[in-house]
Structure formats: structure tokens, C-alpha cells
């Protein structure tokens, strides 16, 4: 039997104008019928009871999408339904449980409050910039707000295609807030920095920190070595370690091999003959489980109870300094630990200082695109900056001695 088409009901609700019909939509896995109230325009004057011409207009062209729905009724869904019933299951299959576990945090705390009960097909660029708005006052942070933009780009584009939204994608003319904290300025280790570590800390925490300074790896892809990936002078990227969990490595780039220099050979030699000489296995092992080491662990357990050291009794800050009868107070002596990551751009950096052309640092360090290598892994210091002007200053002085010119000022005046 033929479906009656339906004209709607037009009525006032304060001070605007709506119109009602019935819809079919999926709910939680199951086609509902629901009476909906669709916002038209404002009243403009005394309401009536008839509605005006050009409410008539705005109802009748609505009424047209839903006689004639272009999405079908199964797939009308909230942001919560869609996200739980189609996005997850879509890229739980595509990407890296670490990636997966910061895309669930982004939605569950920053995103689910405000828009999981919204109709997906009624999402607007207006609605998506006000929830933006909204995130903006509960997360200061820049590239936090970026991140949670770039989700929902990602949920909506993903709708498109799964035929749930068939609007342009409606966070592309959105902005985070201006006034947003920008990221606080990242550390790259120099060399004196590296040495300074690697004389202090334990053979197993100096071995990682050598291998994250001196071939870049990661700290997962440190976490999933295994002993016959070292051989031929190279170490064989082909895995992460994760929570745990043996995982690719971060993309195709990342799957390469590492020259192990002289200073980390050393290193990785007498490692190896402190485990007994093994040929197989992971190279950093629990012994208790004998599976890989979660190496996240080790600035907390080994290497920060080293480094942060009272400069009046030497004791470890936390328990070990509780007792004492004094303040504790840093020793400005010991060298600071800026993290696993700063090791990787330590290498980065001090190749560019070098002068190793940039295209080279960025297949060292298995970058897939130089302005990653450019952006975030080439750090300058102020010994840099002043040896740039020096040189820059030298060059004017020759200049200025070969070319009578350019002892001039602009009214052709000789300078002293």
C-alpha cells in the first residue's frame, strides 16, 4: 500500500513557530516511530492560528526531506548510537590500540556530554562550532582542542560514507578558540645533556636512553627490540611494544633499518653479555614473566629517584626524604629528564647542528614528510642563535672591507 504522504502541524511554542509529524528512526539497534517538532522560524508579532505564508513556505520544504528522506530509516541515528554502533567497529580494525584508546578518551570525556544525544542528520556547522565553543572552556590546551576538532572531522566523514549524513562535512568551517594555550616549548637533549645521563643512570636504563638518543627509536619500538633484530652494525625496526602488547610500528616509514653508531655498539654489546649472551628474545626482558619490558615505567621506578636528589642530604624526593628535618631542595648538579621523546629529537637537533641536510635527518629518524622533521625535530638553542649572528656579522665585516660602497649612508655620507 502506498505511504500517505504527510503535510505536518503547524503550531506556536512560545515565541517560534514549529511544525510536527512522524518519523521512523533507529534507536539503539531498533526502528522507532517518534512524533517530532522541527524549530521553523521565530513568530513575528501576535501569533495567530494559521501561519503565515512564509511559514507555510519553510514547512512544505522540510515536509519534502521527510516524505522523501534521502537517509534511510535505519541508518537515522544519534552521534552516540553512530559512533558506538558504526565508527568504532570501522577503525578498531584500521588503527593501533594506542591510537584507539586516545580517540575513546577524546569522545567519552570531551565529546559525549555535549552531542552524543543529537539526531546525526541534523548536525549543522552552527551546532558543531558551539560544542567547540563549549570544549573550548574545559580545555585550555591548543593542540588539545585540535585534536578533538580533528575527531569529529573524522566521525562526520566517516557518516558521509557510511550514508548516515549527506550534508557537507560540518566541522570544515570551524574554529578552535583563538585565545587557546598554546604548547609549551619542547626539549631536545645536546650531547653534554646525553653524556651527563648516561654517567649516572643504571646499565639497563643507560642502554634504552643510549638507544633513544643515539638511533632514535622510539620508546615502543625500544620496548619491542628483540636480539636478532641487532646484527650487520643495524638494528631492524619491525614492531612496538604497547601496554604490554606487541603491535606494528607507527606507520610504513617507521619499518626500517637503524646504523648503530660506535657509541651505542658499545653500549648494546656489554648489554647483551650482561644478559648472558642470548640470540633470540626481547632484548629488554621481565624476568619474571620473561616478555618485554614496559620500558614507560622506568623514569618513575629508576630513573627520576636518581635525578631528583635533595642538593643538603642527597635522598630521593618523595619517601625516602619525608623524614627529613629540612625542605627539599633540587640538586641544581644532577641533569633533568625531559622524557623519552626528548632523546628522539635530541638526534634530530644535534644532526642539524651538524649541518646534515635536513632531507637526510628526516630518513634517520623515518619520517615520511621533512616538516614533520623540520617542525618538531630540529631544536635550536641560544649557542646556535649567537654563533648564526656571528657568522652573519663576520660576513658583513668582510663585505664591508672588499666594497668602499657599503661604508656609505644612504646620503652618500663616508662612515668611520
Known amino acids: 500500500m502506498r505511504r500517505r504522504l504527510q503535510e505536518g502541524q503547524y503550531v506556536v511554542i512560545g515565541q517560534n ?3 510536527r509529524y512522524w518519523e521512523t528512526r533507529n534507536q ?10 522541527k524549530f521553523l522560524a521565530p513568530a513575528i508579532g501576535r501569533a ?10 519553510l514547512g512544505v520544504k522540510h515536509m519534502i526531506t521527510v516524505n522523501a528522506p534521502a537517509i534511510r530509516a535505519e541508518r537515522v541515528l544519534t552521534m552516540g548510537d553512530f559512533v558506538d554502533t558504526v565508527y568504532w567497529p570501522f ?16 569522545w567519552n570525556t570531551h565529546l559525549k556530554p555535549h552531542c552524543a544525544k543529537v539526531w546525526l542528520r541534523d548536525v549543522k556547522c552552527c551546532d558543531v562550532q558551539n560544542w567547540l565553543w563549549k570544549i573550548g572552556t574545559e580545555v585550555k590546551a591548543h593542540n588539545s582542542q585540535l585534536h578533538i576538532k580533528g575527531l569529529l572531522s573524522a566521525i562526520f566523514a566517516h557518516a558521509r560514507q557510511s550514508g548516515c549524513f549527506n550534508e557537507a562535512n560540518p566541522v570544515r568551517d570551524t574554529k578552535t578558540d583563538p585565545h587557546a594555550v598554546e604548547p609549551a616549548e619542547t626539549h631536545a637533549y645536546s650531547i653534554e645533556e646525553e653524556f651527563d645521563l648516561l654517567a649516572i643512570l643504571p646499565q639497563l636504563a643507560a642502554t634504552a636512553f643510549a638507544i633513544a638518543c643515539f638511533a632514535g627509536l622510539r620508546i615502543g619500538e625500544i620496548g619491542g627490540l628483540q636480539w636478532e633484530d641487532y646484527r650487520d652494525n643495524q638494528l631492524f625496526i619491525s614492531r612496538s611494544l604497547w601496554h604490554g602488547r606487541i603491535g606494528n610500528c607507527k606507520n610504513k616509514n617507521s619499518r626500517a633499518a637503524v646504523r648503530v653508531i660506535d657509541q651505542l655498539k658499545q653500549r648494546l654489546d656489554m648489554w647483551k653479555l650482561a644478559c648472558g649472551s642470548p640470540q633470540s628474545g626481547p632484548m629488554f626482558k621481565n624476568v619474571k614473566t620473561g616478555k618485554p619490558m614496559d620500558l614507560t ?3 618513575e621506578t629508576t630513573i627520576q629517584p636518581l635525578l631528583q636528589r635533595c642538593v643538603h642530604c642527597g635522598k630521593a624526593k618523595g619517601m625516602a626524604h619525608a623524614a627529613a628535618d629540612h625542605v627539599f631542595e633540587q640538586d641544581p648538579t644532577l641533569p633533568k629528564w625531559y622524557g623519552w621523546h626528548s632523546c628522539r629529537r635530541a638526534l634530530g637537533s644535534n644532526l642539524n647542528r651538524l649541518g646534515i641536510n635536513r632531507y637526510v635527518i628526516a630518513k634517520i629518524l623515518r619520517h615520511g614528510d621533512v616538516t614533520t622533521t623540520e617542525k618538531y625535530y630540529t631544536k635550536t638553542n641560544s649557542s646556535d642563535q649567537d654563533m648564526a649572528m656571528d657568522t652573519y656579522e663576520n660576513s658583513l665585516e668582510t663585505q664591508q672591507k672588499t666594497n668602499p660602497k657599503t661604508g656609505q649612508d644612504s646620503d652618500r655620507t663616508v662612515v668611520n
Do not use: Q
Request: net charge positive.
Open 48 to 57: 495567530v492560528k494559521n501561519p503565515p505564508a512564509e511559514i507555510v513556505t
Open 91 to 106: 577503525i578498531e580494525r584500521r588503527l593501533k590500540p594506542s591510537t584507539l584508546m586516545s580517540y575513546r578518551t577524546i
Open 28 to 37: 539503539s539497534g531498533t526502528l522507532v516511530r517518534k512524533r517530532v517538532t
Open 297 to 299: 615505567r622506568l623514569p
Open 17 to 19: 513557530w514549529y511544525i
